[in-house]
């Protein structure tokens, strides 16, 4: 075993360590594996987190839950062998057999995605075409706007209700029993850490596995804890939680504005923020510890990733483009169906497409084990990646000065962000 692995790993032995030493994303999976012990809650200063029924976790439920947890460890099985992926991507992007950047090619769609709307068109496709049952995402909660819920949705209407990103804690995994009982193939649509969780958790589940049809993951930075949220509102002038009516980050254009509505003297307030003004000065200053040392941005363990085309500079008239990568055989049938039968409007893409639309992924990936090592000297619990080329990013990817400056940046957050110390939360 190599040094890096064998240290600041003792203390997480269970899910209550992984969520209280801050390295679960709040996916949710181990809810759905140990659904008499664990409910997933909001704890406003992390995110969607574990809570355990009896206090605290019992063997052997939460050995299994284990297994499942993408915060404490990911590994690829893909066959690196196969002639079929991009060989040049596979180091920084994971496998990838075709680019494509397009966008839906319903305008209403495409209008309400995040950017082009093509997770919520291809999922459609999947119900209206593909004998599909339905898609498991992400919407606002109907009761507590601020706040999103795990739906399972089955038709146009409820698809686009939850079309556009919502920078906010959202657990939908905990959702997969949904999925397993259903009566024919579903859609699971997630962060790339949702999916990689959902990966893990078919191996372990058969029925699970025999439902799921497609898994597609968007491109994620981060999520931002509720605390993120509320800042956000007040920065829009919400003094009063029950008065929202409804939150949006993004969406309808591209890539769309934050929008608050919220009852006030009796009206209805509409409050906007650009999305520099959003996510850029209040939202991605709230992201979950684990994202800093997240490994994958772009959905490497999905069907299809999909992502924003920041590199196209005409922003004030685009509607909306995505950048789409079809990963697997199966992501690259029902992609090409959709193409198809005129649900995506898409154009084949060059592979320098992916580096570009995102110039920071590979910053932090070239980081990552630099991160990873400096945790680990200083006794502060981190995941362990397998199969992910973190060194030689990191020796190749990064200048002197970046890697100490990583580095000392590392050990300024283990004292700032307390990561040698448990965080008891509560919903
Ligand atoms: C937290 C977060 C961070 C992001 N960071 C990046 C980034 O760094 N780079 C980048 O290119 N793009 C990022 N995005 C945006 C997203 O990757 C792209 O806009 C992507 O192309 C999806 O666009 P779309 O129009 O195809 O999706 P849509 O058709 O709008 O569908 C979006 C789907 O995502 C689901 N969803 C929304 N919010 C969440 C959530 N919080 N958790 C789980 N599911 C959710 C919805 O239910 C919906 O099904 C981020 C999004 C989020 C939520
Ligand atoms: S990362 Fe997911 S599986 Fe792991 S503790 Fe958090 S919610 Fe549970
Ligand atoms: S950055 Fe990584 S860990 Fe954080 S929410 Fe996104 S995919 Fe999950």
């Not at 119900?127 to 009761?143: E, K, M, N, P």
């Not at 510890?289 to 196209?312: K, N, Q």
């Not at 995506?344 to 932090?364: C, E, H, I, N, R």
């Amino acid at each position: 075993m190599r040094l890096s692995a064998m240290l600041g790993r003792s203390k997480v032995k269970n899910i209550k360590d992984v969520a209280e030493y801050q390295l679960c994303c709040g996916c949710g999976a181990c809810a759905y594996i140990s659904p008499d012990e664990i409910r997933m809650v909001d704890a406003v200063d992390y995110g969607r987190r574990p809570y355990f029924a009896n206090g605290g976790p019992a063997a052997p439920q939460s050995a299994e839950a284990m297994r499942v947890c993408p915060g404490i460890e990911l590994s690829h099985t893909f066959d690196r062998g196969d002639p079929g992926l991009i060989r040049e991507l596979l180091e920084a992007w994971g496998p990838i057999r075709e680019v494509w950047e397009g966008h839906a090619a319903d305008p209403e769609i495409r209008f309400a995605g995040s950017s082009g709307g093509v997770a919520t068109a291809l999922a459609l496709y999947c119900l209206d075409h593909a004998g599909f049952y339905g898609v498991l995402h992400t919407r606002a909660r109907r009761d507590v706007p601020y706040l999103n819920e795990t739906v399972l949705s089955r038709t146009r209407e409820e698809l686009l209700a939850g079309a556009g990103s919502r920078y906010a804690p959202a657990s939908p995994c905990d959702g997969l029993k949904t999925i397993e009982d259903a009566p024919g193939p579903c859609v699971f649509i997630g962060k790339p850490c949702d999916v990689a969780a959902v990966q893990k958790a078919r191996c372990l589940r058969p029925a699970l596995d025999a439902k799921l049809g497609l898994t597609v993951a968007f491109f994620c930075a981060g999520t931002p804890s509720t605390a993120g949220t509320l800042q956000m509102l007040r920065a829009m002038g919400v003094a009063d939680l029950a008065s929202v009516v409804s939150v949006r980050y993004r969406g309808n254009g591209w890539p769309g504005k934050a929008v608050v509505q919220f009852r006030l003297n009796g009206k209805t307030e509409t409050r906007e923020l650009t999305y520099e003004q959003s996510w850029g000065e209040v939202l991605q200053k709230f992201r979950q510890w684990r994202c800093y040392i997240c490994p994958d941005h772009s959905g490497e363990f999905a069907d299809v990733a999909v992502g924003d085309a920041w590199h196209r500079t005409n922003r004030e008239d685009d509607p909306g483009h995505s950048v789409i990568l079809a990963r697997t055989n199966r992501g690259h049938r029902l992609l090409h169906d959709a193409i198809r039968t005129g649900r995506l409007t898409v154009d084949k893409a060059a592979m320098g497409v992916v580096p570009s639309s995102q110039p920071g992924f590979q910053v932090v990936r070239g980081a990552l084990w630099g991160r990873l090592l400096t945790l680990r000297l200083l006794d502060a619990p981190a995941p362990r990646y397998v199969d992910m080329p973190l060194f030689s990013s990191w020796l190749r990817r990064l200048s002197l000065k970046q890697k100490l400056r990583s580095g000392v940046g590392t050990i300024k957050r283990v004292k700032i962000k307390r990561l040698r110390r448990r965080h008891a939360y509560q919903p």
